[in-house]
């Protein structure tokens, strides 16, 4: 397993690298730059802020300055928000992105198994049809517009939850984060019961399920001791694509809520051509969906011993 490991951080590394030389030359190529937007100035001044930030060099020399500084851990200052680092905006909104985010996971992971699994175990039943219906309702529904509708009627209309932001008293409150978790989630919860019913019904068909019936044991043991765990293996080599949807996901989820997460950062920043804000999430984002998938892969392998590592 060791072995697996470090090949898979050997290939890491260099799609980092991929990943972080395309995001910046994408952003110094479009249209617009950071300072664009300001009142009009002098071009001495003009050209003395662009100095300041190195900006006024060619291209390929802007690169080699942020990679040179980016391999001593320094993400650069934010062009837009003059008091603040890049280091330091993500630590303030990966706490919020980090809670939504795994919250998610989490009701995405219960729920849909439980729905999945409710569903093969009545198959071809009006509760099978229901669980079905429920998962193409919510693999339709983009998640950019199942949240305003959510807030529309759970927030607006009805007045069960405050419609976004964080309590300025309290600050990550459940009622705040009911909205914008559930609507990240419910995506996840319709791909996941889909995973889990077609699996749970082929290993309620093989023949050990069979032969553990056949021995007298109850049929929740069955499901819970031996079906399951079986039927859960797809479920977790869908573990690291559901995370990346769930990270990318967060970035539009974070805008519409205003939550001041990284994502929401991210959004603004692009929309404002801070390239160091980008370039710091996108850092950030990259490293925690190889990371994730890496870890799907060895859980992966804990769950299902026939998976051999070869270094």
């Known amino acids: 397993m060791l072995g697996f490991v470090l090949r898979r951080f050997s290939v890491a590394v260099p799609t980092i690298l991929v990943i972080i030389t395309v995001a910046f030359f994408m952003m110094r190529v479009a249209p617009g730059g950071p300072f664009d937007l300001e009142r009009p100035m002098p071009e001495e001044t003009r050209q003395v802020i662009l100095e300041s930030y190195g900006l006024d060099k060619p291209?390929?020399?802007?690169?080699?300055?942020?990679?040179?500084?980016?391999?001593?851990?320094?993400?650069?200052?934010?062009?837009?928000?003059?008091?603040?680092?890049?280091?330091?905006?993500?630590?303030?909104?990966?706490?919020?992105?980090?809670?939504?985010?795994?919250?998610?996971?989490?009701?995405?992971?219960?729920?849909?198994?439980?729905?999945?699994?409710?569903?093969?175990?009545?198959q071809n039943t009006g509760t099978d049809f229901s669980v079905m219906t429920f998962a193409m309702v919510g693999i339709s529904i983009p998640p950019f517009v199942m949240g305003p509708i959510?807030?529309?009627?759970?927030?607006?209309?009805?007045?069960?939850?405050?419609?976004?932001?964080?309590?300025?008293?309290?600050?990550?409150?459940?009622?705040?984060?009911?909205?914008?978790?559930?609507?990240?989630?419910?995506?996840?919860i319709a791909i996941i019961a889909r995973l889990m019913r077609a699996s749970m019904i082929e290993v309620v068909r093989s023949n050990y399920i069979r032969t553990a019936r056949a021995k007298g044991l109850s049929a929740p043991a069955v499901i819970i001791r031996h079906a399951l765990r079986s039927a859960i293996l797809p479920l977790v080599s869908y573990l690291g694509p559901a995370?990346?949807?769930?990270?990318?996901?967060?970035?539009?989820?974070?805008?519409?809520?205003?939550?001041?997460?990284?994502?929401?950062?991210?959004?603004?920043?692009?929309?404002?051509?801070?390239?160091?804000?980008?370039?710091?999430?996108?850092?950030?984002?990259?490293?925690?969906?190889?990371?994730?998938?890496?870890?799907?892969?060895?859980?992966?392998?804990?769950?299902?011993?026939?998976?051999?590592?070869?270094?």
Do not use: W
């Open 150 to 188: 959510l807030a529309l009627v759970f927030g607006l209309y009805l007045g069960l939850v405050p419609t976004g932001g964080l309590d300025p008293r309290y600050g990550m409150t459940p009622d705040r984060l009911i909205l914008p978790v559930i609507t990240l989630a419910l995506p996840q």
């Open 59 to 122: 291209l390929i020399y802007q690169y080699f300055d942020y990679m040179g500084n980016l391999f001593q851990g320094d993400l650069g200052p934010s062009l837009k928000l003059r008091d603040k680092n890049v280091a330091e905006i993500i630590a303030e909104g990966f706490p919020v992105s980090a809670t939504i985010g795994l919250c998610s996971m989490l009701l995405a992971i219960g729920l849909g198994t439980l729905l999945g699994s409710i569903a093969a175990l009545r």
């Open 243 to 311: 995370s990346a949807a769930v990270i990318s996901g967060s970035l539009v989820i974070e805008r519409v809520f205003q939550l001041p997460g990284i994502g929401k950062h991210f959004v603004d920043a692009a929309l404002q051509r801070d390239y160091t804000v980008v370039m710091g999430v996108v850092i950030v984002y990259a490293t925690l969906i190889i990371v994730l998938n890496l870890l799907a892969d060895l859980l992966y392998g804990v769950l299902n011993p026939k998976v051999k590592y070869e270094s």
